[in-house]
């Protein structure tokens, strides 16, 4: 019989979570009894550009060579949408249609506008409010009621999120209702739809359902909406388990896990400074120094704005701020003479890098003496007599490829109640003042399930990046 396979892709999918809840995710629970299950490795960073370019392209980050994250603190994202030339014509849909494979792909990230594929290929356009979709078959597209296809541009305030959860449910719903009649009317080798409601749905809900988050509000409305979007993934699945056609497997993934986001932040650049490595050029007097001024009350404003809760006037004001986004990664305090700085292309979370610039190092000091001391400076630091950090290493014992020289020449993970933060002038370790906004953050591992599927390709695939060479040999074999 004809092999097919059936690739379900859910963005921030936590194994974890749900591992945690199996007892009321009866279609996941089946899954882990009859053993087809796993935690997925991400990529580093764990986001979801350079994750789902590695799951299309078997490509890690410093061979693809796109490493940017999404900043949710921005409404409009697309500045961030990197070139298709990254992946057109190298994922694994590219590859199966060469080969005469028939395929239906629904909804992968970033891919958009759509190309020639050998069956049909329908997306929408990414991070944009002006929504627009494109296909390879303009009769198909007519045929069936359109959903939200691309990527999520809501960013709800605290009291738009019981609209923002109805919109979720709504635009799930519209996605798994087209899969299932695109499913229905033809025969593929290859199904493959994602998904990126959930990832967005944990970033802004998070704490309101994690009664161990430093900021959870007591008797809130929105206790069991994590466990709940769960519930409704776990019927999606269900659904299409029972409407696979014979000889169909179905594998789901996700191309990074989803928990609770860092609470505090180590202001990297401060310690760095502390230490003569990282310069701020001001005057003698600091409190006559604009450079020193605005960074204070990015500062304290910041503070004033987490303790009182006023995330959301702040964020309204916020757009008006001129340079903002420069000043609020400690852009407008970088100096020429900078031995090292905390790198701010990763975000406020746990994995991050530091950059050393080898023109600014001493005469009678080294590069790799440099990076050394660095690495032991912060492998040793401690909060509450706790290290902090997992690790810390040079790039080259990190990852390898083409495009390494991308990353930051020091690379680390700290303990996830720890972030990446920018600013100086200020205490070394403080609190996230933007986790009551963003309270959901990404975790190094995601999930692999399958169904149907030989185990030999199950025990192939640990990584993100093994997934293509699973989609190619099962429909290859």
Known sequence: MKRKLYLLGIDGLS?????????????????????????????????????????????LPAEHGVLDSIDYLVENNNQKIPSLEAFKGKTFWDVLSARNKRVCIINPFLAFPVWDVNGFFVNG?????????????????RRYPLPTLGGLTTFPKKTELPKFIYDSYRETKALSDYSEQLHNYDDYDLFFVSYFTMDRFQHFLWRYSDDEDMTHPKNNHH??????????????????????????????ISDHGHGRRCTHVLNINEVLRKKGLYFVDTKKIKIFDK???????????????????????????????????????????????????????????????????????PPDRAYEAVRDDVIKLFSSYTHNDKRIFKWIRKREDVCSGRNIGKFADILFEM????????????????????????????????CFFTYNLEKRYFDRVESVNDIYNLVINCLDS
């Open 15 to 59: 194994f974890q979570y749900i591992k945690d809840h199996l007892e009321d995710l009866p279609n996941f629970k089946e899954l882990f009894e009859l053993g087809n299950c796993k935690g997925l490795d991400s990529v580093f960073p764990p986001d979801s550009i350079p994750a789902w370019i590695a799951i299309f392209t078997s490509l």
């Open 291 to 361: 450079k020193y001024l605005i960074e204070r009350l990015k500062n304290i404003t910041m503070e004033i704005v987490f303790k009182y809760n006023l995330e959301d006037i702040f964020y309204i004001l916020a757009k008006r701020i001129p340079n903002r986004k420069a000043i609020k990664k400690g852009e407008h305090l970088k100096s020429s003479k900078n031995i090292a700085e905390a790198c701010n292309m990763f975000g406020t979370n746990p994995f991050g890098g530091i950059r050393i610039n080898k023109e600014n190092i």
């Open 223 to 252: 206790i069991s909406s994590i466990l709940d979007f769960y519930k409704f993934y776990d019927e999606i699945v269900g659904n299409i388990k029972s409407s696979l056609k014979d000889g169909e497997a179905f594998v789901v």
């Open 125 to 141: 356009s990414v991070f944009t409010k002006d929504r627009k979709i494109d296909a390879n078959d303009r009769e198909l597209l």
């Open 415 to 446: 303990n996830s109640d720890y972030g990446v933060n920018w600013a100086v002038f200020t205490k070394e370790i403080g609190f996230n003042t933007t986790h009551k906004k963003i309270s959901g953050g990404h975790e190094f591992v995601g």
